[in-house]
Nanobody
C-alpha cells in the first residue's frame, strides 16, 4: 500500500522556521520524484519544491528560493522541507506528492499538514 504521510506543520511567527517531513512507503523511491505543494485559502495549489530521489537534484519555486531547502534521508525513506524566514504568505496546507521520473503527473499524495505564519 502506497503511503505518503506529512508531519511538522504548525503555527510560527514571521521570520521563524519549520521543518516538514514526508514519510514514504509502499513503493520504490529510486524511480520517483517527490514534490512539495501548498494551497492557501481561496487559492489554487502551487508547486513549492521537488527532489529526484535517485540523483538528488532539486527544483524550487521562485517564491521560496533561498529560504526553503528540500532534502532526503534514504535510510528513513523520508523527504524534508526546511522552511526558514517564513512569511505570512507561506501560510497554507502543505502536501507532498510522488511522480515517476520522466512523467509529469503526480500520482500519489499525502493528506497535508497545516502551516500558519502569523504574529
Amino acid at each position: 500500500q502506497v503511503q505518503l504521510v506529512e508531519s511538522g506543520g504548525g503555527l510560527v511567527q514571521p521570520g521563524g522556521s519549520l521543518r516538514l517531513s514526508c514519510a514514504a512507503s509502499g513503493f520504490t523511491l529510486d524511480d520517483y520524484a517527490i514534490g512539495w505543494f501548498r494551497q492557501a485559502p481561496g487559492k489554487e495549489r502551487e508547486f513549492v519544491a521537488r527532489i529526484n530521489w535517485g540523483g538528488g537534484s532539486t527544483v524550487y519555486a521562485d517564491s521560496v528560493k533561498g529560504r526553503f531547502t528540500i532534502s532526503r534521508d534514504n535510510a528513513k525513506n523520508t523527504v524534508y522541507l526546511q522552511m526558514n524566514s517564513l512569511k505570512p504568505e507561506d501560510t497554507g496546507v502543505y502536501y507532498c506528492a510522488a511522480r515517476r521520473l520522466r512523467t509529469s503527473e503526480y500520482e500519489y499524495w499525502g493528506q497535508g499538514t497545516q502551516v500558519t505564519v502569523s504574529s
